[in-house]
T-cell receptor, first 113, second 112 residues
């Protein structure tokens, strides 16, 4: 089954404690990205990657890091989380060959206290 | 600078009637437009798309209309069903090698 898997689904952490949210896709997609969803702001892109070892900033990259060492994985790293990073995070992937829709993960609800 | 705008945060429609969700965009270079549906506690799922070379695409109860001169697209759901209650995101991409840009979403409530 084609899917994008994020872990964890829920996370409560304290300010400043480094964390990583993992994302993995099994569709051999070149393109992967991270979004955050906040009330009234919709989906905002954090980072994206066009292929292995190629990453670019999205609209709201501050406070986040990503890496793309393998095609299937695209982890989101918060080196020093702050309360304003409390949000719902989605990972997505799509094929640059077909260039159409993106598949989304189930989401990670992060709370930073 | 919002390139994809959904100006209605919410919409309520009677079950069985037509739901029309609207979306405006500013970038005339957008090549492909998509609609996503999102239920609470789930990731967005792809619903329907349209290429800029077309003005209409239909898939069952869902039809997307594109008016390039007005930089406007709309999603029609006929007839509306209770399971259609969700947040709908309009999205666009400049070309197949570029990122998808999302609107803020419209929450659709289907009333019994």
């Amino acid at each position: 089954e084609a899917q994008v898997t994020q872990n964890p689904r829920y996370l409560i952490t304290v300010t400043g404690k480094k964390l990583t949210v993992t994302c993995s896709q099994n569709m051999n997609h070149e393109y992967m990205s991270w979004y955050r969803q906040d009330p009234g702001l919709g989906l905002r892109q954090i980072y994206y990657s066009m292929n292995v070892e190629v990453t670019d900033k999205g609209d709201v990259p501050e406070g986040y890091k990503v890496s793309r060492k393998e095609k299937r994985n695209f982890p989101l790293i918060l080196e020093s989380p702050s309360p304003n990073q409390t949000s719902l995070y989605f990972c997505a992937s799509s094929s640059l060959q077909t260039g159409t829709e993106a598949f989304f993960g189930q989401g990670t609800r992060l709370t930073v206290v | 600078d919002q390139q994809v705008k959904q100006n209605s945060p919410s919409l309520s429609v009677q079950e069985g009637r037509i739901s029309i969700l609207n979306c405006d965009y500013t970038n005339s270079m957008f090549d492909y437009f998509l609609w996503y549906k999102k239920y609470p506690a789930e990731g967005p799922t792809f619903l329907i798309s349209i290429s800029s070379i077309k003005d209409k695409n239909e898939d069952g109860r869902f039809t997307v209309f594109l008016n390039k001169s007005a930089k406007h697209l709309s999603l029609h759901i006929v007839p509306s069903q209770p399971g259609d209650s969700a947040v709908y995101f309009c999205a666009a991409r400049p070309n197949r090698d570029d990122k998808i840009i999302f609107g803020k979403g419209t929450r659709l409530h289907i009333l019994p």
